[in-house]
């Protein structure tokens, strides 16, 4: 089934973005319950799930080309929004492969590689590109490897280089992040970069999650989500621009703020990569506001029940404290209080 | 609870090392920057920092065991060339301003040192540098929690969040969301 692109998407200035039906029934909804608390949540990446945002190894969703459009810029604005350190050219050269092979057997209408050897041909028919290129020759593309294949896919990626029985970020591409910057913690180790993460590091779940990931094999990639909250549908929720979004959270009102707060999911996966041995840390971001989960009656219900009983350090870390309680009012209307089925399922076929 | 921010011990001499470099961004090494029983003279070279213009080092390695250099920069100079003609069983300690111990380390690392062959002590000013992540100036010499940029002039918060690789601190600007709206400033990192 071919995807109903929406090219003309923005994600800035005058927000021109929604999801369909479809969309939000595929969204990957975070809560496998009614509360939430960090915890090491990794399953297998497998194909499939239990909403259709799991169905392939990079999801793509009828933003693909809007959201390459927003990518696009945030660089031309800020080229430091992607950095590899120079030892990471062997996991650059992985991601591409790992990218190209798994789009193209995942949406053979929209992607196909064809290889003879090391001469490949990459096609990209949403957006227009078909580029022949030598495997391993930097100079036979018109971008080093990372750029140039993330440039084409939706959502963040960071690269991880295994050492000294630790994890360190040696490259990433990140435009569409959740307020962190790659050009500040770029080089540093798992438990560094996790630093500003409160609650998280008392109940270990970081040791337990890097002693985890070390041994990751190739072949068996995982994922998890994670979440926070958005004030209007921005991808680039940067520190970088924090004075430009920042002022954002002062313009939700209770008439407002149905459609204007989005719940901002990251399906995070990670993959052994199998020359370099790093590891490819995808962060693919999904956007929709609270009107449109709603719509789903078990979501509704259990968003209302998360917020309003979430920790108070966590939800200070989110972000949520000027509105969180606006948030819970609004959402009360749509919780009467029945129980909710387990698992992030919307337990309905059609909006 | 900061996991990035650094920390620091009294240094001891590494007995698996065979040559035994100090070096130090004051005139004099504190002796409370040494661990019990480390005194300045049981390394092999002590270089400090007189902080005048005439200030200049031996020529002869060894034969003269104190160097004076005129400032930071002046010395990293010199120990970035040493570096690069050490062999194994080198070690290399560091004494002072934390931006001092990240230059020294960031210098090690760069010609292949591995993180048990240099140690690093945190003496004197606590200041700190702080890294604007809008405009990317560093701002040098910070003591209070939220601090003017020297590039953009945002009044940034210093947060607890130190990259090794900029040798700096984070700052966001703390009134982005309500422009105006800055809390009390203090001064902090003596």
Partial sequence: MSIAYKPDETFRDDFVYSNSDAAILRFPFPFIEDEYMYSVNIEPHVRGGETGAFDAVFDVDEHYIAECRERAMVLEQDPNRCMVLPHMMTAQWDTLELIMESLAEDYPEDFTLEKDGDAWTWTNRPLGIKDSFVFGDVDSLPLEPFEYITRQAQGDFTLQDQRENNLFMDGGMVTTQADWSLEFDLGMSFHEWHGPVPVAHEINVFDRALQYLLRLQYGHPVRRLNWTMTVNPRLDTSPENYPIWGPDRMTLTPENIGGKLHLRVELQTLFRLPRSNAILFGIRCYLASLDELTSVPKWGRRLHRVLRDLHPEIAEYKGTTRYREMAVEYLSQFDDGEPTSSGIGPDVESL | ?190
């Fill in chain 2, 1 to 190: 609870m900061s996991k990035s921010r650094p920390t620091y011990s009294p240094l001891y001499l590494d007995k698996t090392g065979k040559r035994h470099l100090i070096v130090c961004d004051t005139a004099e090494i504190p002796a409370d920057a040494l661990a019990d029983g480390v005194t300045p003279d049981m390394f092999d070279e002590r270089w400090t920092i007189a902080g005048h213009s005439k200030a200049i080092p031996g020529t002869e390695r060894g034969a003269v065991a104190d160097h004076e250099f005129r400032s930071m920069n002046h010395m990293l100079i010199a120990l970035r060339r040493r570096l690069g003609e050490e062999k194994m069983g080198f070690r290399l300690y560091a004494v002072g301003a934390e931006g001092f111990l990240w230059e020294v380390r960031t210098a090690a690392i760069a010609v292949g040192m591995g993180g048990g062959e240099v140690q690093l002590n945190q003496v004197g000013s606590q200041a700190r540098r702080v890294f604007c992540n809008h405009c990317r100036t560093i701002t040098e010499g910070v003591t209070t929690n939220i601090v003017e940029c020297a590039g953009c002039g945002a009044h940034l918060f210093v947060r607890d969040h130190f990259s090794r690789r900029l040798n700096a601190f984070a700052g966001f600007q703390v009134d982005a969301e309500e422009p105006g709206d800055i809390p009390e400033i203090e001064e902090i990192y003596r």
